[in-house]
């Protein structure tokens, strides 16, 4: 169906907009040229994710079926190699330079792992029609995958990048659970992960620590780790209904809050445009979502439909998490929001995600 | 039914941001706006000029002088070389000293430096003019109270400093802050809220580091209001030359209203001394045993000795307990009692005029014994000894008048005829301060008026006292006021009169001579009087803080009179 297609790219360009502008409000009172310019990287990166999105719905997703393998040991390849060779900023090693751009090989592993879960449920037994999920065993149907998963997210939190490792393995359990594995299985990892929680919290970096007891009480530490809650809040709040216009929020433009281009790009949007905007916004972030929700719905393919909601929980989860940080709901960890804050690599990867949807609609009228 | 738990699961996380959302930006709005608001928006307070305070010609005892300062604010990353060796050639001072001050002043890229302090008018402009090339110069205009005649008056105006904790504690609902200037003493603490200036705001907007965006707001200072005295400048230096190297008081009051000519306390200080915060010269006016912040002309109390008899005389005279033929003849003492009362001098035959002139102790002691402890105490009273006279100075005392009933109450002793005596030559428990007794003297240079002393005048130029204080009268008869005003004139013209010096004044004076006896030290000297004799204009009094004798007194007002003619001031 042609029409999905048309839905999934018209938002998805509508939320870019909004994005790009909301970046250029953030940055163009900063001096330098290159801070200036960083809207116009968006926007190429905007038109080479469109690109591949139309690429990549012409593309038939069955082929990944076959490619899933592969692209499982590249991605792991590709994190090996951020460790060799990768660029080092703010404290975190997570870039990769290629050519004259830098790529951030985590975003790729997340969509790679979303094919290679899908593509694990979905093998069908020999005696019927239906998935075998539901019926594999503890160690098929639960510690093997969750191991092959841990492989890239501890890569990925090496480098450190608590956020995308999290996400990984959140987007590893909404996969798990709509596959059909039994409820036990992953109760008890649940248990099991809470009961180690007093373990893992060892192995947390000091600023991790420090994001996740100012999530608890942002007024420990106003002016470290609480600062960007605190102001994120300021700058939400301070739009009200109406909003402080476009590049007239203080908190932005004067650079109260902290990485107003990136992770707090959202504070920028909503303290300038206010409550009218936010609630468009949300509206076309649920309108997608939702869109590949019911892509998945409609396909019979049990591939295409583990993908498509794999896809589709990607998507949310990370608008979920990123905004619900932006308004001190959820620990700061690093989340870019979809399309909207400053990242390459994500707006690319989240192109070809999409992209991945619309050729599963189109193909699903092809069976 | 999972793909179900998803779409609820999905669909409640947004509902949650959504009503986040409405928290943040409806319910909290107008916190988190004011947040906002003060995140970036700074308040620089612009000081104004405090009001000046004038003579009754509105010559200026006390103004400002503006003093700018230059300051330099290094954020912008402009060439801070650059713009101090071009500052250095305007200032005419070395680059490198200009370096050294910049680099010890340095704080943080936002915080101006103060380069040079107290700059010269030209030079202030100068550098102003230089703002299109170096934006990042402020010259900032910082008025400083001026005292242009040092000492003059120094007790009247009082002196500038901090806010204590005490008077903010009065005066924070009048809006007044810590860290405030206010007055201490004088005009400066008395018409403070006049005199103040109302601060006034440049509201900026600034960025998360505190750098300088744009100026959003101003609200120009309001400067305080200039109040004018009754005080003459001229005088007023004259009566104060006169007390150089002494300790006492100096008033002159008009005698038509009672307005302040003169107030002069010595010692003085130099308020100019508390601007500069300069702590060893004041700790060293604090710790000075003469206390020259005392205004002893309204803040202490002395006793009156002989300056009291004027109302000894008129409650005698009013009450018929002597006539103008009654006589006493004075052998130097006599009997009160069992104890013998000296006077300090032989004066033979002494009617009432003799006895004002020569200020004789045995017709007082006779008189005050005839008259009683009660009327002598009813009478001082009814002058106004004992209560305040409400002139608009702060911290002034109200003297003492003794009487049997508190002899008896608070000292658990009787009245003797020997207090009483004691009590009619101004001894004893009797205390006044030099205005009640300025006033005293008067009643009989006005005819029986007692006078409102002021020493405001106007306040930005418009009278205080739209209606003018009404003095009131005191019922006395018109004989017994002539008779004491002969007597006072008698004292000066008189060749055996107390104030015999004064007889070469240019003009004609009466008066009334004291010399108190101190426990400690030599006698305080009074002397209070009016002139001209004639038509009364102003009323003068003069003590001396153990100055030795009302004679030394006279001294001094002859002084003072002489020298107000030859200026021709009046």
């Known amino acids: 169906m042609k029409n999905s297609r048309l839905i999934i790219i018209a938002v998805a360009l509508l939320i870019c907009a909004i994005g790009v502008m909301s970046i250029y409000s953030s940055t163009y009172q900063k001096e330098g040229r290159i801070w200036q310019d960083i809207y116009k990287r968006q926007i190429i990166w905007m038109a080479l994710g469109v690109i591949f999105f139309f690429l990549l719905s012409n593309f038939n997703y069955r082929k990944l079926w076959d490619a899933t393998y592969p692209l499982y040991v590249f991605a792991i390849f590709l994190l090996f190699l951020v460790f060799m060779l990768g660029l080092t900023r703010m404290g975190a090693q997570r870039w990769l330079k290629l050519f004259w751009f830098n790529f951030q090989p985590s975003e790729f592993a997340k969509l790679v792992m979303v094919i290679f879960l899908a593509r694990y449920y979905s093998t069908k037994s020999s005696f019927d029609v239906g998935l075998s999920a539901a019926r594999l065993n503890l160690m098929k149907g639960f510690v093997l995958p969750l191991l092959l998963t841990f492989i890239p997210v501890g890569l990925i939190i090496e480098q450190p990048d608590l956020g995308s490792g999290v996400m990984v393995l959140l987007v590893f359990m909404a996969v798990v659970f709509i596959s059909g594995v039994k409820f036990r299985y992953i109760g008890s990892f649940l248990g099991i992960g809470i009961a180690c929680m007093p373990i893992l919290w060892h192995y947390l970096r000091g600023y991790q620590k420090e994001r996740l007891m100012v999530f608890l009480n942002p007024n420990i530490d106003p002016l470290g780790a609480g600062y960007t809650v605190i102001q994120s809040k300021i700058a939400i709040g301070s739009g009200g209904i109406f909003g402080k216009g476009w590049l007239s929020g203080t908190q932005g433009q004067l650079r109260f809050l902290p990485e107003a281009h990136t992770d707090f790009i959202f504070a920028t949007f909503a303290e300038e445009w206010g409550l009218l905007g936010c609630a468009v916004l949300l509206f076309l972030y649920y309108l997608i979502i939702s869109e590949g929700i019911r892509i998945g719905m409609r396909t019979n393919d049990a591939f295409a439909k583990l993908l498509a909601f794999g896809i589709s929980m990607m998507l949310g989860l990370q608008v979920l998490v990123n905004i619900a940080m932006n308004l001190g709901l959820a620990p700061v960890v690093g989340v870019p929001l979809l399309l909207m804050s400053y990242g390459g690599s994500s707006v690319f990867v989240t192109f070809i995600a999409l992209g991945i949807l619309a050729n599963i609609d189109k193909q699903r009228s092809v069976f | ?570």
């Open chain 2, 1 to 570: 039914m999972r793909v179900r738990a998803v779409i609820i699961f999905l669909t409640t996380g947004f509902i949650i941001l959504s009503s986040g959302l409405v928290n943040l930006q409806v319910i909290q709005h107008k916190k988190l706006k004011e947040f906002s608001d003060r995140n970036c928006i700074r308040l620089i307070p612009q000081q104004g000029c405090r009001g000046k305070i004038l003579d009754r010609n509105n010559k200026i005892i006390v103004d400002n002088s503006i003093s700018y300062d230059l300051l330099l604010i290094p954020q912008r990353g402009l060439s801070v070389e650059a713009s101090l060796s071009k500052i250095a050639k305007i200032l005419g001072t070395d680059y490198a000293k200009l370096k050294s001050t910049y680099k010890q002043g340095y704080i943080a890229p936002f915080v101006p430096i103060t380069i040079a302090a107290n700059i010269t008018t030209h030079q202030a402009i100068a550098l102003e003019e230089l703002k299109s090339d170096i934006p990042d110069i402020l010259v900032q205009p910082h008025p400083l109270r001026r005292y242009p005649y040092g000492t003059l008056a120094s007790q009247v105006i009082g002196h500038l400093g901090e806010i204590d904790h005490w008077r903010l504690s009065k005066l924070a609902d009048y809006g007044y802050q810590t860290k405030d200037v206010v007055g201490f003493g004088g005009i400066e603490e008395k018409y403070d809220y006049y005199l103040r200036y109302k601060e006034g705001a440049l509201s900026v907007e600034v960025d998360h580091r505190g750098r300088f965006i744009r100026t959003i707001g101003f609200k120009p200072p309001q400067d305080g209001k200039d109040i004018s005295l009754t005080l003459d400048l001229g005088m007023q230096k004259i009566a104060e030359s006169a007390m150089a190297g002494r300790r006492g008081s100096v008033i002159i009051m008009d005698a038509s209203d009672g307005g302040i000519l003169v107030m002069a306390s010595s010692p003085n200080y130099n308020p100019s001394v508390f601007i500069e915060k300069d702590r060893s010269r004041i700790s060293s006016i604090f710790n000075n045993p003469n206390a020259p912040l005392l205004n002893r002309a309204i803040s202490a109390n002395y006793p009156p000795a002989s300056v009291f008899k004027s109302i000894v005389s008129a409650a005698a005279l009013e009450t018929n307990k002597i006539n103008l033929s009654t006589s006493y003849l004075c052998t130097g003492s006599t009997k009160i009692g069992n104890r013998s009362f000296a006077c300090w001098d032989i004066h033979g035959k002494q009617d009432i005029f003799d006895a004002i002139a020569q200020s004789c102790d045995i017709f007082f002691y006779k008189t005050g014994l005839l008259l009683g402890p009660d009327i002598i105490h009813d009478y001082a009273v009814k002058f106004g000894l004992s209560r305040l006279t409400n002139i608009d100075l702060p911290y002034e005392v109200g003297g003492f008048v003794p009487s049997r009933t508190w002899r008896k109450i608070v000292k658990l002793r009787n009245w003797f005829d020997g207090d009483t005596a004691n009590f009619s030559i101004g001894q004893g428990e009797l205390m006044v301060t030099p205005l009640q007794i300025t006033r005293v003297t008067g009643v009989f240079a006005t005819n029986g008026l007692i006078l409102y002393p002021h020493i405001i005048k106007a306040v930005n130029g418009k009278p205080v006292y739209v209606v003018p204080k009404k003095p009131s009268r005191i019922s006395l008869k018109a004989s017994t006021l002539n008779t004491i005003r002969q007597g006072l004139r008698k004292a000066v013209s008189d060749s055996k009169g107390t104030a015999g010096n004064l007889a070469s004044a240019p003009v004609a004076v009466a008066g009334k001579t004291g010399t108190a006896q101190v426990p400690k030290g030599m006698s305080h000297g009074w002397f209070a009087g009016f002139f001209p004799f004639d038509k009364p204009k102003y009323i003068i009094c003069v003590m001396l803080e153990n100055g030795g004798s009302g004679h030394a007194a006279a001294m001094v007002t002859d002084e003072i009179i002489s020298a107000i003619y030859k200026e021709n001031i009046l």
